[in-house]
C-alpha cells in the first residue's frame, strides 16, 4: 500500500508499529489502551481521549471502549493493536504478521478493515505476511523476498481495483495475482 | 458466583477442620491426663482468652502498631530499593547479594542487639519485623519489574516515553501481581519478627507486647496465657496477610487471572 501524508504536528508519530501478538496492556481498558502513544507523547488529556474514541470508532470497537483485553477476542484485541498504532496518525504504518495468529474468517474481515482504514487514513502501510492470500488482497505494490537471503524476488503493482472487498476473493484476476506471488515465492526456494 | 464459592463456603471448611483439631485436643487431654503446664487444653486458652482479655487486647494493640509498622517499612523500601535495583544492571550485581543478607540473617541472634542500637520502645521491635519481612518484597517485586514484556518496552521507547513513565506506567502495573506476593509472604514474617523481638525486650511500662506476655506467661506456668496470646499473634499474621489479600483484589481483579 502506498500514499503518504508527511504533515507532522503534536500527538503525530511519523512511525507506528503493530507486533505480531497484539501486546495491550492489561490493565488499561480499551480506550486507555488506544490512548497510551499520545499519552506517553504528552497529548493533554481531552484531546488525547477524543483522539483515541475517533480510532476506536475507526476499527468498529465503540462498544468496547470500556472492556479490558482479557473481555476481547483475538480479533478484537488485534483491531486495538491497530488502533493504538493509528491513533497518532502515522505517515508510516509497520504491520508484522499482525493477523496470523487469528482463525481464516477474522483475518479476512481485518484484512477488508484494513484496506478502508488506508483508503480513510492515507498512510502508507507496509505489511509483512506469509500469505500470498492476505498479500495480494491488501496490496497496491507487492514485494517477494527470498526464505534465506532475504533478497528480492518479485516487485508487482497489482493490477486489482481500489475498492476491495470479500468477493474479490473469488474473481479470476485475484486468482492470477496469488498464482504469480506463489510461483515467485516457488522460485525464492531454489 | 456459586454459593459454594461465597465466603460462607469458603469459609465453613477451614472453620470446621479448626473445631474438630480443637475438640479431638481436648479430648486427648482430659483422657491421657497431660499436664498443663506442658500444654494447656483449648478449654483453658479459651477461658485465659476471657479472663485476660484486658492485658492480652492491650498486648495485640502493641504488636499489631509494631508488625505493621515494620512491615510498612519493608512494603516501601523493599518497593524503592527493587525500583532502584531493576534499572540499572550495576546496581544490581554490585548491591543484589547482599540484600540476601536479610534473608538469610539469624534473627534470634541480632534481635538482642537492635535493643542497644535502637532506643527501648518500639523501635527495635519494628526494626526487627522490617529485617525479617522486607527481602520476600525485593525479591518478589524485582522478579517483577525485570519481567516486563519487551515487545511493549519496545512500543513505550518507540513512542520516546520518558524513563520514570516507563516505570509508572508499565514496570510498576505488570510487577503488581508479585508485589503482592511479596507483601503476603512479608505480612506474616512480620509478625514474627516482631514477637522474637518482642521476646528480648522484657517489660517497658506500659508496652507490653504479645511476645513479652508469652515469656513471662511461661516462666509462670501459665501455658493457657501463653497458647492464647500465640493464638493472637497467629491470628495478627492471617489479619495482616487478609488485608494484604484484599488489596490485591481491589487492585488486580479487573484484569489479572489470579483474580477472576
Redesign the interface.
Known sequence: MLNADESEKAGQ?P???V?Q?A?L???RNVLNNVA??L???RVERGERLEASRRTIDLVGLADAADR???QLSGGMRMRVSLARAMV?EPSLLLLDEPFAALDEITRERLDEQLRQLWSAAGMTVVFVTHSTNEAAFLAQRAIVLSKRSGRIIEDRMLELPAQRTGPLRATPGFAGEVRALYDALERGER | MRARDGIIGRAIPPAAVFLAAVVVWEIIMRTTGIPVYLLPRPSAVLRSLAVDREALAGSLGWTALAALSGFAASAIAGALLAIGLSASTFLRRAIYPYTLFFQTVPIVAIAPMLLFWFSPGLEPVAVCAFVVSVFPVIANTLDGLLATDPALRDLFRLYGAHPAATMWKLNLPSALPNVFTGLRIAAGLAVIGTVVAEFFVGQIVGKVGLGVRIVSAIKESRTDLAFAAVLLASLLGLAMFGGVNLAAHMALRRWHASEQ
Request: without cysteine; charged residues 10%.
Open positions: 508519530s512511525i507506528a508499529y507486533f501478538d501486546h496492556l492489561p490493565w497510551l502513544p499519552e506517553l507523547m479490558y483485553p482479557n497518532t
